[in-house]
T-cell receptor, first 113, second 112 residues
């Protein structure tokens, strides 16, 4: 049972390039989330999907787009990467409802030069 | 948004009990309090969750006073492997994640 799987684990981009971060969960969870983690800032919610077919903005959505491809997969896209988007990105999932404990992937470390 | 405040760092020794307090003055009626543990190069991992009074599981206890404006994570008899960042999370909504707010985390360092 893999839980939440994120790909790639590491990526280096140049400013202006585009990139899609992939996330898949095998727990049949309804809700999925994308966070970014920066030093001293904790985890900040970028986008979330309460259920298949729905997506909503979180605290820091600017510069990102998301797609809930199906119940298992939730991708995060950077259309034109900027150095300020250098961060560690985490995907999480829950059965449904925000009070449910979140299950996290191990992150994607993204550097934008 | 339910903002949270935690100490930036704490130190303790193996075998001691460690208590980490999180302040959440604006907690709403339906909000739960959840704590996560994070090791380097890994995603956060759920530790414990509660709504009021005291909750205990095999790894930790969570104490929540009657006014629910703070909560305390208690780790009994810590070991070196408990060195990690601990996050307090407060938030709930009727169907989405609006207002989901992680604290900045407490870096706990356990020494021999």
């Amino acid at each position: 049972n893999a839980g939440v799987t994120q790909t790639p684990k590491f990526q280096v981009l140049k400013t202006g390039q585009s990139m899609t971060l992939q996330c898949a969960q095998d727990m049949n969870h309804n809700s999925m989330y994308w966070y970014r983690q920066d030093p001293g800032m904790g985890l900040r919610l970028i986008y979330y999907s309460a259920s298949e077919g729905t997506t909503d903005k979180g605290e820091v959505p600017n510069g990102y787009n998301v797609s809930r491809l199906n119940k298992r997969e939730f991708s995060l896209r950077l259309e034109s990467a900027a150095p300020s988007q250098t961060s560690v990105y985490f995907c999480a999932s829950t059965e449904g409802g925000r009070n449910q404990p979140q299950h996290f992937g191990d992150g994607t470390r993204l550097s934008i030069l | 948004l339910a903002k949270t405040t935690q100490p930036i760092s704490m130190d303790s020794y193996e075998g001691q009990e460690v208590n980490i307090t999180c302040s959440h003055n604006n907690i709403a009626t339906n909000d739960y309090i959840t704590w996560y543990q994070q090791f380097p190069s890994q995603g956060p991992r759920f530790i414990i969750q509660g709504y009021k009074t005291k909750v205990t599981n095999e790894v930790a206890s969570l104490f929540i006073p009657a006014d629910r404006k703070s909560s305390t994570l208690s780790l009994p008899r810590v070991s070196l492997s408990d060195t990690a960042v601990y996050y307090c999370l407060v938030g709930w909504s009727g169907g989405g994640a609006d207002g989901l707010t992680f604290g900045k985390g407490t870096h706990l360092i356990i020494q021999p």
